[in-house]
């Protein structure tokens, strides 16, 4: 738990919504912002932050902290202390980027979050799903074809058919902590076995799913790219859809008419075109990644365009972990920076469900990033890990190699 004071006087601030950008003052107690004004409680440590931008605390609603490697066979039969140890590693390095918040939606454990919960690592806060759930043959099964193996339980994925089996799989996932659900409904780029387009996932099965979420409170997130499987989640339940690169307009009015939002992760396919033979991408893999990868920016514009809530999400694995804040850039690029900003602050917050995260205001957790610049008139500012930043978790400047950048 976060304690302790902390002034941050005179910077320019993006509230995680609005488009004008207001110079005040915050005081932060015991991790919440308790003041904000042009004059504040003044703590023990006051942080100048004139001249620069402070902005919420980035959300990233499609991380995979066990996402070592693009063999899905390397994760989900590992060793899962092995999967914990670099997973940990990844988790630090999105933190100080400026993630001061991910959604793992494939993967992620108790042992895991509690070690972010009690500090044990530095780390964003952790949300997680517990495996991805897969039919048979889809996105989560990695055995090739020519693999006569048994492959039920990996650590990001598990393969579960019907009804019955499904509620008792996510009801254990909720069991274990789970803040929501992740299904594979639709095919993949990195899976070994399936088409990109076709739906996952009978119709019964995935409102099985969506029943039991909704009864927990909570919702599920649905891997898909073409229409008519972006279509089949959102009708039986989904309230997240994961990519969504060949989106169409008529589904995102769908989208938007169901209240389903959209989470991009240009990012993925970015970096698997220009660095897919150097993480060791398979042809297969190359040539699908080639069918969705220019389609993204045109999703994200259609989706905006129908009123859909665009999110934001990075989706890297293995080395390409280091192009996270250049899917920023990419998403800017398709919908411009303030809307990109609010993505990964604001609409993030909604779509999982905490109001007190993404935005800047009395009450809400001071997660926030100090840039060296207002990112909507210089959006390198966001991206360019060459500019001094300030992390912030909870109150607590986060130290950059021993020291604080403040």
């Not at 919440?32 to 504040?40: D, H, K, M, R, T």
């Not at 979420?213 to 989904?238: D, F, K, M, Q, T």
């Not at 993505?343 to 917050?349: E, F, I």
């Amino acid at each position: 738990m976060a304690t302790g004071e902390l002034t941050l006087d005179n910077a320019l601030v993006f509230d995680g919504w609005s488009a004008e950008l207001t110079e005040t003052s915050l005081f932060v107690r015991d991790g919440v912002i308790a003041e904000l004004g042009p004059a504040v409680t003044r703590a023990e440590r006051v942080i100048d932050a004139r001249g620069r931008t402070l902005v919420p605390g980035l959300i990233d609603a499609h991380f995979h902290a066990y996402g070592i490697s693009l063999n899905n066979l390397e994760f989900d039969a590992g060793p899962l202390s092995y999967l914990a140890l670099a997973g940990a590693r990844r988790l630090r390095r999105a933190l100080h980027r400026g993630f001061t918040t991910v959604r793992d939606v494939a993967g992620g454990d108790p042992g895991l979050a509690r070690a972010v919960t009690t500090g044990l690592i530095e780390a964003p806060r952790y949300l997680y799903t517990g495996p991805a759930l897969s039919q048979t043959g889809g996105h989560g099964d990695a055995r090739p074809a020519d693999y006569d193996i048994c492959l039920h339980g990996g650590h990001m994925n598990e393969v579960v058919d019907g009804v019955e089996n499904l509620r008792v799989a996510v009801r254990e996932r909720f069991r274990r902590g789970a803040h929501a659900i992740k299904i594979m409904a639709s095919g993949g780029v990195v899976s070994p076995t399936d088409p990109i387009r076709p739906a996952q996932y009978s119709a019964e099965e995935i409102a099985a799913v969506t029943a039991e979420a909704a009864r927990r409170g909570s919702y599920v997130a649905a891997h898909a790219y073409a229409p008519e499987a972006i279509r089949h989640a959102v009708l039986n339940g989904v309230r997240s859809v994961e990519h969504g690169n060949l989106l169409d307009e008529p589904t995102a009015a769908l989208l938007a008419e169901h209240g389903a939002y959209l989470v991009p992760t240009l990012a993925a396919y970015d970096a698997m075109n220009r660095r897919g033979e150097e993480v060791g991408l398979p042809a297969a893999g190359r040539a699908k990644n080639a069918e969705v990868l220019d389609a993204g920016r045109v999703a994200v514009e259609r989706a905006h365009a129908a009123g859909v809530p665009v999110g934001f999400g990075s989706d890297l694995m293995g080395d390409l972990e280091n192009d996270q804040l250049i899917g920023l850039r990419l998403q800017a690029e398709a919908s411009g920076t303030l809307a990109a900003l609010r993505s990964a602050t604001s609409v993030n917050a909604r779509l999982i469900g905490r109001d007190d995260l993404g935005r800047i205001a009395v009450g809400a957790r001071a997660d926030l990033l100090l840039l060296d610049a207002d990112p909507v008139s210089d959006p390198a500012a966001l991206w360019d890990t060459a500019r001094p930043r300030l992390v912030i978790r909870d109150g607590t400047p986060v130290p950059e190699d021993g020291r604080v950048l403040a």
